[in-house]
T-cell receptor, first 116, second 113 residues
Framework: QKEVEQNSGPLSVPEGAIASLNCTYS??????FFWYRQYSGKSPELIMSIYSNGDKEDGRFTAQLNKASQYVSLLIRDSQPSDSATYLCAVGKANAGGTSYGKLTFGQGTILTVHP | GAGVSQSPSNKVTEKGKDVELRCDPISGHTALYWYRQSLGQGLEFLIYFQGNSAPDKSGLPSDRFSAERTGGSVSTLTIQRTQQEDSAVYLC???????????FGQGTRLTVV
């Protein structure tokens, strides 16, 4: 089982629709969760971070975290063609002392295409 | 600096040569990470630094790879005796604290011919 898994996609949605991206993780000790967007040929760009159960909204983006189910998702409302990119889920663990641990483990990414 | 800076942007080297990749993190960021990304693949963790120490270097693929960080700032990733399978984009990121929000540089595209 991979440490961080994302639905492989590609995911295609029409402009204006809601895009839903999902990620599961295997380590129950994970403490921090991030979504990155990566355009082709570019480096990953941080778009959302979430640390507590529930929803976190930032503009058109909503991150959802459910630690009991080991599941984190990203919703993109009113999707635009400019949202077309690969979305990477990243998970940070805690060390034995319970404090944050530096290594972020990334999923393989989901390719999102928003068509006009 | 305003963002994470990596140099060079592109590097073409002959098989068997040594290469050094440089990362200059965001000022004040204590944690620094190295990843690599092969074409069409996800991000593969290599090593991270907290200050000048490397708590986790488990991702370094072989003893040909090494990294150091000095003054809690600039980091250098060195690949000795490069092989064709080392060809990838090497990405550096930094965060204010360990495990925090990490911001990436533009990457160094390494091609071994």
């Amino acid at each position: 089982q991979k440490e961080v898994e994302q639905n492989s996609g590609p995911l295609s949605v029409p402009e204006g629709a809601i895009a839903s991206l999902n990620c599961t993780y295997s380590d129950r000790g994970s403490q921090s969760f991030f979504w990155y967007r990566q355009y082709s040929g570019k480096s990953p760009e941080l778009i959302m971070s979430i640390y507590s159960n529930g929803d976190k909204e930032d503009g058109r983006f909503t991150a959802q975290l459910n630690k009991a189910s080991q599941y984190v998702s990203l919703l993109i409302r009113d999707s635009q063609p400019s949202d077309s990119a690969t979305y990477l889920c990243a998970v940070g663990k805690a060390n034995a002392g319970g404090t944050s641990y530096g290594k972020l483990t990334f999923g393989q990414g989901t390719i999102l295409t928003v068509h006009p | 600096g305003a963002g994470v800076s990596q140099s060079p942007s592109n590097k073409v080297t002959e098989k068997g040569k040594d290469v050094e990749l440089r990362c200059d993190p965001i000022s004040g960021h204590t944690a620094l990470y190295w990843y690599r990304q092969s074409l069409g693949q996800g991000l593969e963790f290599l090593i991270y630094f907290q200050g000048n120490s490397a708590p986790d270097k488990s991702g370094l693929p072989s003893d040909r790879f090494s990294a150091e960080r000095t003054g809690g700032s600039v980091s250098t990733l060195t690949i000795q005796r490069t092989q064709q399978e080392d060809s990838a984009v090497y990405l550096c990121a930094s965060s204010l604290r360990e495990g925090g929000r990490a911001f990436f540089g533009q990457g160094t595209r390494l091609t071994v011919v």
